[in-house]
């Protein structure tokens, strides 16, 4: 019954470093996400997979790139981290993307640090 | 663009008594939906409840109920008989076209 799996849990890495979180899903759902969780922020969403095959920006989409590997991955990277993009990320999914009342699903994330 | 604020920070509550957290947000459409979700210390997000735009009626979930009141658009949660371990961060969330907006949420601390 895991649900949505999130892959490193803790990163530190250096400004400059590149990096990529990984995460799945094995309840078939064909929408996924990426959001960051700041301090007094919420949670915002910097990309998304609408389907397989699909990847649009969100609201913070600079400095990440996303891929869509197959329905059940969804990963996302850090080409060159900077110290702005310490957070902590969290991936999840839902059945689709439009109407209904189906709620996303989270993974545990992944608390990344950069130095 | 949508935004959701809620505008209490943290709140506190005794065991076993009523809290309310508040929730407004801002929209010009008129299908959507609403969701509160609790993060508690583990950081994982925890779906409370849901609430339909188009339902008058206010979604229940055993303790948790909401107050939506569409043409204000505010969608309040009350958690009644709190227990220690609603202690956590609620976030309040707004849903169209699949993407979420989620408030900065409130912490909620439950005094025994």
């Known amino acids: 019954n895991a649900g949505v799996t999130q892959t490193p849990k803790f990163q530190v890495l250096k400004t400059g470093q590149s990096m990529t979180l990984q995460c799945a899903q094995d309840?078939?759902?064909?929408?996924m996400y990426w959001y960051r969780q700041d301090p007094g922020m919420g949670l915002r969403l910097i990309y998304y997979s609408a389907s397989e095959g699909t990847t649009d920006k969100g609201e913070v989409p600079n400095g990440y790139n996303v891929s869509r590997l197959n329905k059940r991955e969804f990963s996302l990277r850090l080409e060159s981290a900077a110290p702005s993009q310490t957070s902590v990320y969290f991936c999840?999914?839902?059945?689709?993307?439009?109407?209904?009342?189906?709620?996303?699903?989270f993974g545990d994330g992944t608390r990344l640090s950069i130095l | 663009a949508q935004t959701v604020t809620q505008s209490q920070p943290e709140m506190s509550v005794q065991e076993a008594e009523t809290v309310t957290l508040s929730c407004t947000y801002d929209t010009s459409e008129s299908d959507y939906y609403l969701f509160w979700y609790k993060q508690p210390p583990s950081r994982q997000m925890i779906l409370v409840i849901r609430q339909e735009a188009y339902k008058q009626q206010n979604a229940t979930e055993n303790r948790f109920s909401v107050n939506f009141q569409k043409a204000a658009k505010s969608f309040s949660l009350k958690i009644s008989d709190s227990q220690l371990g609603d202690a956590a961060m609620y976030f309040c969330?707004?849903?169209?076209?699949?993407?979420?907006?989620f408030g900065q949420g409130t912490i909620l601390t439950v005094h025994p």
């Open positions: 969330a707004y849903r169209s076209y699949g993407k979420l907006t």
């Open positions: 309840m078939n759902h064909n929408s």
């Open positions: 999840a999914s839902s059945e689709v993307l439009g109407t209904g009342p189906q709620p996303q699903h």
